[in-house]
């Protein structure tokens, strides 16, 4: 089940009495953790009805004992357990939830995933009380920022929404918190440009990986050197790590159009998995300027770089040597 469907549910007279809940993106557990504390009961029911447990603190029969109580002047008790994961024997949940008490709301959630070897994850996964959600994979970024602007009531002009992207990476809750500036800053109305993100964000309009992205595209060496110069001497709020994984799927995304040059557009995007087609020209106009042999060094080139700048093969070099090391060498290509 996906987390909306899972929040409509719980909102629901379809809510069942226990959910178990484990996801490799913490965003999606603190969103659930905070929808559960403050959705579910009202603020006089929750004072009465309902408990909040953290892992460290108490113990699986603790919890049941709990659940098993029946709500005072209420219909439903509400009981939440965060960092599940620190509690051992969950066996112990088995009985409970063969007969659960379907007056309580009992959600229990792991930020690291359990043994899905175990007995009691087997046996609440047969009864619909276990779910589980993988982090989002980079393609399906885009369409998270989409879908979270536009429940924000924000229209994000194409460019603006790829240097979000570039600049934030894959930080679902950092995304959020991004918009949410941006929400407070808009006119009514108002679409938010590539130059609101610069200036409410706090990205150099012209030094950013965006920018660098675009003269790599273009093999343009002065503005190669020039940006990542400035991105060497700010790199606390450009990490060279951060970088070097932006780049890589620069180079990817040219090396698909290389490899099918010959495909259309619309089937080529279904590989590329752009949030906005009209991209695909700059990354097929940068494949007609690079050989396979350049992508393929390329590729090397960031995989040295991510070990140099991880302290692998490398003595001395700061973080504003390697960046501008790893510039001179693209500028080889």
């Not at 060497?232 to 799927?249: D, M, R, W």
């Not at 494949?287 to 302290?311: H, M, P, R, V, W």
Request: aromatic share 10%.
């Amino acid at each position: 089940m996906e987390f909306k469907e899972l929040i409509k549910e719980i909102s629901s007279a379809h809510c069942k009495p226990i959910y178990v809940v484990s996801s490799e993106e913490l965003f999606f557990v603190d969103k659930l953790i905070q929808f559960i504390g403050t959705q579910i009961l009202s603020k006089e029911q929750q004072e009465f009805n309902q408990s909040t447990l953290y892992g460290k603190e108490t113990s699986v029969n603790a919890i049941i004992d709990l659940a098993r109580e029946y709500p005072f002047m209420g219909e439903k008790r509400v009981i939440l357990v965060k960092e599940a994961q620190e509690i051992k024997n969950w066996e112990a949940l088995i009985q409970y939830a063969k007969h659960p008490l379907n007056s309580t709301l009992l959600v229990v959630c792991f930020s690291k995933k359990p043994d899905g070897r175990s007995s009691w994850v087997k046996q609440l996964k047969e009864s619909g009380y276990y779910h589980e959600w993988k982090g989002l994979s980079d393609f399906q970024i885009p369409a998270f920022i989409k879908e979270s602007a536009k429940e924000m009531e924000l229209v994000l002009e194409e460019e603006a929404q790829q240097l979000l992207l570039e600049y934030i990476g894959n930080d679902l809750a950092n995304i959020i918190n991004e918009l949410e500036k941006l929400k407070l800053i808009r006119s009514q109305n108002k679409k938010i440009t590539k130059e609101d993100i610069v200036k409410y964000i706090g990205i150099s309009k012209e030094y950013n990986v965006f920018e660098l992205q675009k003269a790599i595209s273009t093999k343009d060496h002065r503005k190669i050197y020039w940006i990542s110069n400035n991105m060497a001497q700010h790199h606390k709020s450009n990490p060279l790590i951060a970088t070097i994984g932006a780049l890589f799927n620069h180079f990817h995304r040219i090396w698909i159009c290389k490899i099918y040059q010959k495909m259309n557009d619309d089937d080529l995007n279904k590989i590329l998995k752009l949030a906005f087609k009209n991209f695909i020209k700059e990354y097929r106009d940068a494949a007609t300027l690079y050989s396979l042999a350049n992508i393929e060094s390329a590729f090397q080139l960031l995989s040295d770089y991510d070990l140099k700048i991880k302290g692998l093969y490398n003595r001395s070099a700061t973080e504003k040597d390697l960046y501008l090391e790893l510039a001179l060498k693209i500028c080889q290509l």
